[in-house]
Antibody, heavy 119, light 113 residues
Framework: QVHLVQSGAEVKKPGASVRVSCKAS????????MHWVRQAPGQGLEWMGWMNPDSGGTDYTENLQGRVIMTRDTSISTAYMELSSLRSDDTAVYYC????????????WGQGTLVTVSS | DIVMTQSPDSLAVSLGERATINCKSS????????????LAWYQQKPGQPPKLLIYWASTRESGVPDRFSGSGSGTDFTLTISTLQAEDVAVYYC?????????FGQGTKLEIK
């Protein structure tokens, strides 16, 4: 049974960085791409980027280039998303989600991690 | 990047009636080499992550009730709920996974009339 379990809620000040983790179980971690999707309060879903856990390769949405880094530790089947230079409009629930491949549909989602950016 | 536009933004339907949600992509998501539309639909209820309903535009995910169906090709797609149940109240999103960069529609909020 596939599970994606994310780290807990975070409160950060503007300008700081945050790292969210996503521990995968129930499948071969390196066999499925990991995506990150965020959702601001009361808003829709925004795709942030993907990571190939096998190679470490990544691709990010244009408007987060330079601020987001996606990494992994294959020894513990865990993916990470780090977002830097936080602003108030980065306040959102951040989800990890896996797909079958780079062009595969997203099938499983983590439970979400609320990141609040506030002074 | 591909922009996904859903209509309507919100929808109120009576129990037992049909609900139809539309999704339009700014460019075709039909991959000619395999004749597949790279389009999925998700349901999201408050406080929960999205749940996959439909992929490849019309393939129902295992366990999803058969009152949910997807149709369309190229740039125009539809999610239909044939007979609305109370538990179908949610926000629905279309999603394209054509190419390296994914995107979602803005969502359609479905309520009971």
């Amino acid at each position: 049974q596939v599970h994606l379990v994310q780290s807990g809620a975070e409160v950060k000040k503007p300008g700081a960085s945050v790292r969210v983790s996503c521990k995968a179980s129930g499948y071969t971690f390196t066999g499925h791409y990991m995506h990150w999707v965020r959702q601001a309060p009361g808003q829709g879903l925004e795709w942030m980027g993907w990571m190939n856990p096998d190679s470490g390769g990544t691709d990010y949405t244009e408007n987060l280039q330079g601020r987001v880094i996606m990494t992994r530790d294959t020894s513990i089947s865990t993916a990470y998303m780090e977002l830097s230079s936080l602003r108030s409009d980065d306040t959102a629930v951040y989800y990890c989600a896996r797909s079958g491949s780079a062009d595969g549909y997203i099938d499983y989602w983590g439970q979400g991690t609320l990141v609040t950016v506030s002074s | 990047d591909i922009v996904m536009t859903q209509s309507p933004d919100s929808l109120a339907v009576s129990l037992g009636e049909r609900a139809t949600i539309n999704c339009k992509s700014s460019q075709s998501v039909l991959y000619s080499s395999n004749n597949k539309n790279y389009l999925a639909w998700y349901q999201q209820k408050p406080g929960q992550p999205p749940k996959l309903l439909i992929y490849w535009a019309s393939t129902r995910e295992s366990g999803v009730p058969d009152r949910f169906s997807g149709s369309g090709s190229g740039t125009d797609f539809t999610l239909t709920i044939s007979t609305l149940q109370a538990e179908d109240v949610a926000v629905y999103y279309c999603h394209q996974y054509y190419g390296a960069r994914y995107s979602f529609g803005q969502g359609t909020k479905l309520e009971i009339k």
